[in-house]
């Protein structure tokens, strides 16, 4: 396991490298210059000069090999760069965007897992029943229902119930609140972003864990521990639930590693200046030095989910042996 491991690190590096070369190629293919931009943000006039000069400060003029050796040296290091908007380093345009993206992730993550896994047992254990008519509904109208449209409904939701009960609409914190600065402010405005798009994707994960459990239920060894008398309830918890939780697994941690870039429009819905809003602002500004550095980011969070989900899988089933 460990040598296992050590060999999936370092299959991370050409990953990575694979992922920069191909960002890299595509950020300048993308017609718009930055500096032209810049200047044309200003209102005024300006010429050619001036544009000429702003790619010398920014290095836009030197040869695109210099500029891609230097930008994937600076990465390996932890040195982003700086942007090309705003001339501040990348690594504080994206930290308070990383922690709260990471925490709507994880909080989403830990809810649809709640939901999921206790309602496509349910649904697999009650097969053809009521109950697993209404959990499939349930689910269906999750997968039907983008998450930034659910978060539309919620807000609209606390506007009417605040204004019934307390006579005036309320809303979340519009200003993002850190969680060591007031806890119940943060849960507050995180709350419902994290309920929006955590039941978007329980939604996905509940049809998996309903569809791999009834799989197994239907081996063997399930039939045999049945015939020895042992009850349904150590049958499905001990022998046919942890099995059975190899690709469920698999989609809550790709679901993990999306959300942390992928909530564009659920972001804009409730305000939130996260990671989402930071890729289309750094795309619109044409700043190529952000753009890559997101990408490279979320690329490096999607290897190590994958590392992390090889990991679960060997705990889960001891039949699974890397070498």
């Known amino acids: 396991m460990h040598k296992y491991l050590v060999k999936r690190m370092l299959m991370m590096v050409p990953t990575l490298i694979g992922a920069a070369i191909l960002v890299f190629t595509l950020m300048h293919m993308i017609p718009g210059d930055v500096c032209a931009l810049r200047y044309a943000g200003t209102g005024g006039t300006f010429d050619v000069n001036q544009i000429e000069q702003c790619k010398e400060e920014l290095g836009l003029n ?119 600065k007031d806890p119940i402010g943060n849960l507050t405005q995180l709350i419902w972003p994290a309920l929006a798009t955590g039941y978007r994707y329980s939604a996905v994960a509940t049809r998996m864990t309903r569809s791999a459990l009834l799989e197994v239920l239907r081996e063997d060894y ?27 697994v698999t989609v809550i941690g790709i679901e993990f590693a999306f959300l942390m870039g992928g909530l564009v429009v659920t972001e804009q819905v409730f305000n939130l200046n996260g990671l989402g809003k930071l890729f289309v602002d750094s795309v619109t500004n044409h700043d190529y030095t952000l753009t890559q550095a997101l990408v490279m980011l979320v690329a490096f969070i999607f290897v190590v989910m994958n590392i992390v989900i090889d990991v679960i899988y060997a705990w889960l089933d001891p039949r699974i042996r890397y070498s």
């Open 222 to 248: 399930i039939r045999t521990a049945r015939a020895k008398g042992v009850i349904e309830k150590l049958v499905v918890n001990r022998h046919a639930l942890k099995n059975s939780m190899l690709p469920v």
């Open 62 to 180: 030197r040869p695109l090999l210099v500029q891609f050796f230097e930008w994937i040296g600076g990465f390996f290091i932890g040195d982003f760069g700086t942007s090309m908007w705003t001339d501040r380093p990348i690594t504080e345009e994206m930290g308070p965007r990383v922690l709260l993206s990471l925490q709507v992730a994880v909080m989403a993550t830990i809810i649809s897992i709640l939901i999921s896994i206790p309602l496509g047992t349910i649904s697999a254990v009650k097969q053809n029943s009521w109950i697993d008519y209404t959990v499939r509904c349930v689910s269906i109208a999750g997968i039907a229902m983008p998450s930034f449209w659910l978060g539309i409904l919620i807000m609209l939701g606390l506007l009417a119930v605040s204004n019934s009960l307390l006579g005036y609409g309320w809303i979340p914190p519009i200003q993002y609140i850190p969680p060591l």
